[in-house]
């Protein structure tokens, strides 16, 4: 692509980046494998794994060094967008009648893979302490380690569920619940770490701490309220949405700006800006506003995983990157099965519920693939242990979808494509079943 403008070659690796995605499209839909394993698989071929192996070091030539800056500002716009849509995806409502067990099972498929991989890490750091990457400090690499490894990731659960059509069951209640309080335990873990990470100096710490406690009133205090009053009076109008789509989407970059200012990841701020949306819209109203941010998103993502996918070698992971893959995934997987199958059998669900639970929470995708960045760019990983998390989670993705559809049986008609709009959860209502 030499002689071409720094403009027109971004907008080229865009439409490259997504022919990839398409190509793959008819193998995912094939294999029955949610978007993110598609996109996570491009971005990989279009690195040094695949790509790289051929002559002329074509992921060079494909994408410049100097035209990744600008990759990365449109990837993390789409970032940006996703995390707020998957903010306002967590509906807390789905705990009603259910509070006991979807506790009890969060904290056991958490707790469970959190103390085995931070024990693994103890045990790595014995072997070879230089893997505490740049960071330097054992106890931030054992929780950053435990935290990757026990998360699971909403959206693409949310999928899976509506795909087998389990959103109005039991199983998928209470699935989705602990996702949602999972998803959001993590991000709050990750966020106190990646604080501590920035410095020893207690001014620091402390600057970070106001700002981040200011920033959390603020939204708590003054976005929430006034989210609900724009809203609120909006839906009394049948007029267009682009003001609203306008409006939340400004709110949505400045509250990931506020993040950024105050010292953390900018991504973090427009997942809190999806948790502060009310529920309580019309749906049409809600998908009228939602859609278009969310496809905006999901259009610009594959552009992250791609820029990810430069970051990784496979080739270069070795004998004993293979063999830490393999540890990891019967960390996360093995742990977060146990931790929740075993915790469902004892508050009397079936066997079968119990491992289909087990399953769906083992769900990954992009939230842990951001997790991982901030996690290297903290220094807290090195670019090999980052290859094979990254690959743990892709493993462990692609084998929740075959596993549910074995356990709860095949669908009578192929599910929405589509996330299961909060409102329409039937089973919310359903008492608690002992």
């Not at 330097?136 to 899976?160: K, W």
């Not at 199983?171 to 959001?184: F, K, L, Q, R, Y």
């Not at 496979?314 to 004998?319: A, C, E, V, W, Y």
């Not at 004993?320 to 075993?342: D, E, N, Q, R, S």
Request: with cysteine.
């Amino acid at each position: 692509m030499k002689g071409s403008s720094p403009d027109a070659l971004v907008l080229a690796d865009i439409a490259l980046v997504l022919l990839i995605g398409v190509a793959l499209t008819p193998v995912r839909a094939r294999l029955r494998q949610p978007a993110v394993v598609a996109e996570i698989a491009a971005g990989l071929l279009l690195g040094p794994s695949a790509l790289g192996l051929l002559p002329g070091h074509l992921p060079d030539v494909l994408f410049p060094e100097e035209i990744r800056a600008h990759l990365s500002v449109i990837a993390h716009v789409g970032i940006a967008l996703f995390m707020f849509a998957a903010g306002w995806e967590l509906d807390f409502r789905a705990l009603h009648g259910r509070g006991r067990s979807v506790l009890a099972i969060t904290a056991a498929s958490l707790a469970v893979p959190f103390a085995l991989a931070t024990a693994l890490a103890l045990v790595l750091l014995a072997v070879r302490p230089e893997l505490t990457g740049a960071a330097g400090s054992p106890l931030l690499f054992a929780l950053f380690l435990g935290i990757v490894l026990s998360m699971s990731a909403l959206s693409v659960l949310i999928r899976i569920i509506g795909e087998n059509r389990l959103q109005a069951t039991p199983v998928g209640v209470i699935a989705t619940a602990s996702g949602a309080v999972t998803e959001v335990l993590a991000w709050c873990a990750l966020i106190a770490l990646l604080t501590v990470a920035q410095g020893p100096g207690t001014d620091r710490l402390a600057l970070t701490l106001t700002r981040l406690t200011t920033y959390a009133l603020v939204m708590l205090l003054a976005v929430r309220p006034a989210l609900h009053a724009f809203l609120a009076r909006q839906q009394r109008y049948d007029g267009s949405p682009l003001l609203l789509i306008l409006v939340i989407g400004s709110g949505v970059f400045l509250s990931s700006w506020c993040t950024a200012w105050a010292g953390i990841h900018a991504v973090i701020g427009a997942f809190v800006f999806g948790l502060v949306m009310p529920r309580d819209l019309d749906p049409g109203l809600r998908h009228a506003v939602e859609n278009p941010l969310r496809n905006t998103g999901a259009l610009l993502v594959p552009v992250f995983f791609a820029l990810t996918g430069l970051t990784v070698d496979i080739t270069r992971l070795g004998l004993h990157g293979v063999l830490a893959l393999a540890v990891f995934l019967a960390v996360a997987w093995g742990g977060k099965f146990a931790g929740a199958a075993l915790t469902a059998r004892a508050l009397r669900h079936s066997w079968r519920d119990a491992a289909t639970l087990g399953v769906l929470v083992n769900t990954k995708g992009l939230s842990e693939i951001i997790m991982l960045t901030l996690g290297r760019d903290a220094g807290f990983i090195d670019n090999r242990l980052f290859t094979a998390l990254l690959l743990t989670a892709l493993t462990a993705t692609v084998l929740v979808n075959p596993l549910v559809r074995h356990l709860a049986g095949e669908p009578d008609r192929p599910g929405p494509a589509g996330p299961v709009p909060a409102q329409k959860r039937p089973a919310l209502e359903m008492s608690e079943e002992q």
